[in-house]
């Protein structure tokens, strides 16, 4: 066995590359050759799954040319140490698992780093209807991660709203429960410096069998790996192993799978198993309830009024609020400062760039009207037409999230009283939810309104 063995590497050897033959050829091991079946024993299921993938043909034709035109071939990987436990893996996609002992042992991880956040997580994680269901269904993959029909967790929604938070307060959680579990948080740029070191430092069987051992593995900012082949390749092979394996995959992006570009399709199949789920930009209530949790978390107060105004004003993201709270608190400490309305007003001005253009509810109304295509006149009417009722609903919405107007100064503007544009302004945050549509629609506006 062990000499026609020999045979087939010199053979490989000739018809691949050095480093293509170091990486996937070298270490293959030969352990039985019985009822015309070779058994290889390979470091993972990884390497079992790309040769079958990429080089098949090449080392099937080999093995039936040398051991004969009826072999079959069987890969068998250690998958537990403690008990001896196999996995076998015929080349023709059948697996079973044997329970025999096979000499080797896996990459031991003694002093695991997760690289988690550790002040990310579900308590410091605040609800809100534009970040609910991600919540929800993070907890629920914590609970019993792996184990959920939310593997993978594609959580996607622009910069600064919250979704490396709640993908750490995920792994957190997890660890906390289980210390023994390996969870592990990386950046997908990492990821893909990790794989060109190993690539050219000849490792990348440790780096795959790093990530073999992986129980949890949250990937953030997936969209770095756009033009990547190389990385998204290797990323698929390990993603297969680990879905298989039913360890949890937490993914987070700055847009939806279907809107990655550059990422081969055969991953983004597999990015939509599970559940994507989009966290959009926080509302105003969002704002505000993060804004008092941050101070009582910092230790400081100030007026009702100025929460008011710092979550009307910084209405992009999480991060402007915590970048804005950091400038109060260095002022009021440093400084020796009382945070007043002035303060909060002039550190707003310099943090926030929509400020450089004020926007007035005449603003609003008038892009309103040409974008639903109504006049002013009509629009201040008594007219109830669907379109001009839908103009008012967004003007109510766009006004009492870029503005600092009550609603009943809302409702004054377009001849209405304050009951009505609450009703406007409640019924577009329940169709926000789903009518992703209506979000764009409204996202456009807004920043066409602010530049």
């Known amino acids: ?52 993938e990429n080089y098949i043909d090449l080392l099937g034709k080999t093995i039936r040319r040398v051991f004969g035109p009826e072999t079959a071939l069987e890969y068998r990987v250690l998958v537990d140490s403690t008990s001896g436990a196999s996995t076998s893996y015929l080349s023709d996609g059948v697996m079973q698992v044997n329970a025999h002992a096979i000499p080797g042992q896996p990459v031991a991880q003694p002093n695991w780093q997760s690289h988690l956040n550790p002040n990310y997580t579900f308590s410091t994680f605040i609800q809100g209807e534009t970040n ?49 579990s390996r969870v592990l948080y990386v950046n997908a740029n990492t990821f ?17 069998l790093f990530y073999q051992n992986v129980d949890v593995l949250i990937l953030d900012d997936v969209q770095f790996f756009s033009n990547l082949k190389g990385t998204q390749d290797t990323f698929f092979h390990i993603f297969n192993y680990l879905h298989q394996m039913r360890k949890q995959l937490i993914l987070t992006s700055d847009r939806s799978p279907v809107d990655l570009k550059d990422v081969e399709e055969r991953l983004l199949t597999r990015f939509r198993w599970g559940l994507p789920v989009e966290i959009q930009r926080p509302d105003l209530d969002l704002r505000k309830a993060i804004l008092v949790d941050k101070m009582h978390r910092d230790g400081i107060t100030f007026s009702e009024d100025i929460v008011d ?132 629609e409204l996202q456009t506006l807004m920043y066409e309104l602010k530049h």
């Open 1 to 52: 066995m062990n000499i026609l063995w020999k045979q087939c590497a010199d053979v490989l050897r000739d018809n691949v590359t050095p480093s293509v033959y170091n990486t996937w050829f070298a270490s293959l091991d030969p352990v039985e050759f019985t009822n015309n079946t070779l058994v290889l024993r390979v470091q993972s299921q990884f390497v079992a799954s790309y040769i079958e």
């Open 132 to 180: 609910k269901l991600a919540r929800t269904v993070g907890v629920a993959i914590a609970k019993d991660p792996g184990k959920t029909v939310f593997n993978p967790l594609f959580i996607y929604g622009g910069s600064g709203v919250g979704k490396t938070h709640l993908a750490n307060a995920i792994g957190n959680h997890i660890q906390a429960a289980n210390p023994d």
């Open 192 to 208: 893909k410096l990790q794989f060109q070191e190993a690539v050219n430092q000849n490792k990348v069987q440790d780096f795959l």
């Open 309 to 440: 105004y710092i979550a009307t004003h910084a209405c992009e993201n999480i991060r402007d609020i915590e970048g804005i709270l950091a400038s109060l608190i260095a002022y009021s400490t440093l400084m020796n400062q009382e945070i007043d309305m002035p303060l909060a007003q002039s550190i707003v001005e310099r943090l926030v760039t929509k400020l450089d253009k004020p926007v007035s509810m005449q603003d609003v109304m008038g892009a309103v009207c040409e974008h639903i295509g109504v006049t002013e006149k009509v629009f201040v009417s008594r007219s109830r037409q669907r379109d001009v009722a839908r103009a008012r609903q967004m003007f109510v919405y766009i006004v009492k999230e870029m503005t600092d107007h009550t609603l009943s100064e809302i409702g004054a503007c377009m001849s209405r009283d304050h009951a009505t544009a609450l009703y406007a302004f409640n019924t577009i945050k329940k169709q926000l939810q789903y009518d992703k549509v209506l979000h764009h």
